[in-house]
């Protein structure tokens, strides 16, 4: 796979090289040259695939040759190994469970792949990785725990003070050997912005051999495309068409959905649901890119002011805001749209939404009432709801199950390092 920067169209890597980087030299993110059809087997048979085995055939393609075969197939069926069901609410509304990965969100799909990647990436090498994340709450986690106990590599992960719920920080500072947890006084966009000084230090830069693990890494989109792949294969069973409502915050699982598009999926329209955070909304209507200071929310993983993945979709529709608008409908909810959207998805389903997964959910429902009512909608439902109590009065959190994976979280021995908003603390740390 050929990869170009969206800074400079003349830039070429391979993916291997795009995953050790994570950002090209010259700045910019790295989108592939040429995006491969999807294996056709994928669009035209029914019988059903496990998704390890999906995932593996659309990476292969994708790949195309610069991981051998069976090393990949091994990779995928390492990464992948836990459920993703689809949950059909009603005859045109689904939701799709991309939250029983080890940290509970969906994040785990794109932070296991990256892992594997940088593991086989790097096989051979004396210099440690550096793995430098900054997070809103779930990247975090499923990067250290995707990456936890991988020889060679060293996680730092950056998160803001007071902004990540309890069980968040409870996941982020669980102790793993290679993992250093750094809790930062300031905003997820402070966090982001020390993270890209760090890789637009020269003195930095040379000195390490860093890569970054947000939504930026290419190594973290690919497995999203995947999933959207496999949900249609289960509901498109006939020609209405298939509309994905995806929460959305740096833009990833949004970005993602519309590469599987450009590869040939039948994807009727994406609706991107945002909190009150509703740059994209608001660059889809008025035409204007207008960053700001985050704001808080119930559904904290999407309280992002300047999406960082803002220059990949415009790219992969060549700058033209016509075509944008085609194809992604936008819309923003506040904490209390959020609210009624999980009890309304209770009182119809008995089903529960996490805060992140309800903001889309209410999208889609007005949706789906309004515009299309024959569509079949497919809701992303990106974490657990079990990682949100205080977004629940007591009559929910009763019937929300306690998974596995947060049992005994509490009692797991713990360290994090406090640290000003400041550029050059980060600094002091990389390079002690
Ligand atoms: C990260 C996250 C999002 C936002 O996804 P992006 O790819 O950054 O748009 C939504 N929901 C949950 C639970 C998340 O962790």
């Not at 035209?44 to 991981?67: K, V």
């Amino acid at each position: 796979m050929l990869l170009y920067s969206t800074l400079d169209r003349h830039h070429r890597a391979t993916f291997l090289e795009a995953v050790a980087r994570g950002i090209p030299p010259g700045g910019g993110l790295y989108l592939p040259k040429k995006l491969a059809p999807l294996p056709g087997q994928l669009l035209t048979q029914d019988t059903p695939l496990p998704f390890p085995e999906i995932a593996y055939l659309i990476a292969r393609s994708m790949l195309d040759g610069e991981i051998p075969d069976h090393e990949l197939q091994a990779i995928c069926e390492d990464a992948f190994a836990f459920p993703l069901p689809l949950r059909q609410l009603d005859d045109t509304l689904a939701a799709l469970e991309l939250f029983h990965g080890p940290t509970l969100a969906f994040k785990d799909f794109g932070a296991r792949f990256l892992g594997r990647m940088l593991a086989y990436q790097r096989r051979g090498m004396k210099r440690e990785t550096i793995v430098l994340v900054a997070t809103s709450g779930d990247t975090g986690s499923a990067v250290a725990s995707g990456c936890a106990g991988i020889d060679g590599i060293r996680v730092v992960l950056l998160y803001p003070e007071g902004k990540v719920s309890r069980i968040q920080e409870l996941q982020l500072t669980a102790v793993a050997a290679n993992v250093e947890t750094v809790r930062v006084q300031g905003t997820f966009d402070d966090c982001q912005r020390m993270v890209k000084g760090a890789f637009a230090d020269p003195t930095v830069t040379r000195a390490l051999a860093l890569t970054s693990a947000n939504s930026i890494n290419i190594a973290r989109l690919l497995p999203q495309v995947f999933y959207y792949v496999a949900a249609w294969r289960q509901v498109n069973a006939d020609d209405r068409g298939v509309i994905f409502a995806v929460p959305s915050g740096n833009l990833g699982n949004l970005t993602a959905g519309l590469m599987a598009r450009a590869m040939g999926l039948p994807v009727k329209r994406f609706l991107a649901a945002t909190n009150i955070n509703d740059v994209l909304p608001e660059y889809l209507r008025t035409g204007v890119y207008r960053p700001r200071p985050a704001q808080s929310t119930l559904s904290n993983a999407m309280d992002v002011g300047d999406p960082n993945n803002i220059s990949r979709i415009t790219a992969l529709f060549d700058e033209n805001l016509e075509s944008m608008r085609a194809c992604i409908g936008a819309e923003s909810r506040t904490d209390d749209d959020t609210r009624a959207a999980i009890a309304n998805a209770f009182a119809r389903y008995r089903y529960v939404f996490d805060p992140h997964g309800a903001v889309a959910y209410s999208v889609a429902d007005r949706y789906r009432e309004r515009h299309d009512p024959g569509a079949k909608f497919v809701v992303l439902a990106t974490a657990h709801p079990a990682k949100f109590p205080e977004a629940y009065g007591g009559d929910l959190q009763h019937v929300i199950p306690l998974p596995d994976q947060l049992r005994g979280l509490a009692d797991r021995p713990r360290q994090v390092l406090p640290m000003r908003a400041r550029y050059e603390d980060l600094k002091a740390l990389l390079m002690a």
